[in-house]
């Protein structure tokens, strides 16, 4: 028993320090904050040069911005984010369900459920 403790703390640690780092390297998978209208949306680093970095959002947009508007990705399963249903326009609260990729699992607050991509979701 006194290993599955010890085990979950080094896990729990290793997680809080994860959520500390900068993500700031091509190919990290981020949230950035699009256009600065307060919603995190998730894309990957294209390029990194001189404290700023530029995003090529899951939904194909492109934008670069200072590390200060860039996040570590750090979605999991049973957050709460809102996502375009069916890609329509409007978007809904939910839980995330799962995630595989750019493939998410969305349970709504309204009882609908959907799988969609990335790239239709965003954070607050």
């Given at each position: 028993?006194?290993?599955?403790?010890?085990?979950?703390?080094?896990?729990?640690?290793?997680?809080?320090?994860?959520?500390?780092?900068?993500?700031?390297?091509?190919?990290?998978?981020?949230?950035?904050?699009?256009?600065?209208?307060?919603?995190?949306?998730?894309?990957?680093?294209?390029?990194?040069?001189?404290?700023?970095?530029t995003?090529?959002?899951?939904d194909?947009?492109?934008?670069?911005?200072?590390?200060?508007?860039?996040?570590?990705?750090?979605?999991?399963?049973?957050?709460?984010?809102?996502?375009?249903?069916?890609?329509?326009?409007?978007?809904?609260?939910?839980?995330?369900?799962?995630?595989?990729g750019?493939?998410?699992?969305?349970?709504?607050?309204?009882?609908?459920?959907?799988?969609?991509?990335?790239?239709?979701?965003?954070?607050?």
């Open positions: 028993m006194k290993s599955f403790v010890a085990a979950a703390i080094a896990i729990g640690v290793m997680c809080s320090c994860a959520s500390v780092a900068t993500a700031q390297t091509k190919g990290d998978w981020v949230l950035g904050n699009y256009k600065g209208a307060g919603y995190w949306f998730p894309g990957v680093i294209d390029s990194a040069s001189g404290g700023k970095v995003i090529r959002y899951d194909g947009d492109k934008e670069t911005v200072s590390l200060s508007e860039v996040r570590p990705y750090d979605w999991v399963i049973g957050m709460k984010v809102e996502c375009n249903y069916k890609g329509a326009g409007d978007w809904y609260a939910g839980k995330i369900t799962s995630l595989g750019e493939k998410i699992g969305i349970a709504y607050d309204d009882g609908d459920k959907e799988t969609t991509r990335t790239g239709r979701c965003r954070s607050r």
